[in-house]
């Protein structure tokens, strides 16, 4: 993602590594904008720590879905402390959701440590 992002460091206990969510900025202010019913120009007029929260929000509602399938829940998912992304090459998912009001993408990262660990853990390799 070229344009301004926001990361979610997402681990799973027992699992050493980093998987992150990377979503734009202006993909995150849309979901705000339609959540809230007002324009992104409006938006943008708010307060940073408006948006703050609801980047809180939306990585909270986050898990809450994830925990609602059985094959993720048993993961136990959690958002991490902030951590930095990683420099090296990164398993890299891109995600596409079609709305109402428009596409959002985003990407999950998986470090090598991280795929590492999978596979040790639940692959048995």
Request: some cysteine; proline content about 6%; hydrophobic content about 45%.
């Amino acid at each position: 993602l070229v344009e301004p992002h926001i990361s979610i460091p997402i681990s799973l206990p027992g699992i050493f590594g980093s998987l992150f969510l990377i979503i734009s900025k202006s993909d995150l202010s849309l979901l705000l904008a339609n959540v809230l019913h007002i324009s992104t120009e409006i938006l943008s007029q708010q307060d940073p720590s408006f948006f703050d929260q609801f980047l809180s929000f939306f990585s909270s509602q986050l898990m809450t879905c994830a925990h609602s399938f059985d094959q993720i829940k048993v993961l136990s998912p959690r958002i991490a402390s902030q951590q930095e992304i990683s420099s090296v090459a990164c398993l890299s998912l891109n995600i596409s959701a079609t709305a109402p009001f428009g596409n959002c993408e985003a990407r999950l990262l998986i470090t090598p440590e991280f795929l590492d660990s999978w596979k040790k853990k639940r692959i048995g390799n």
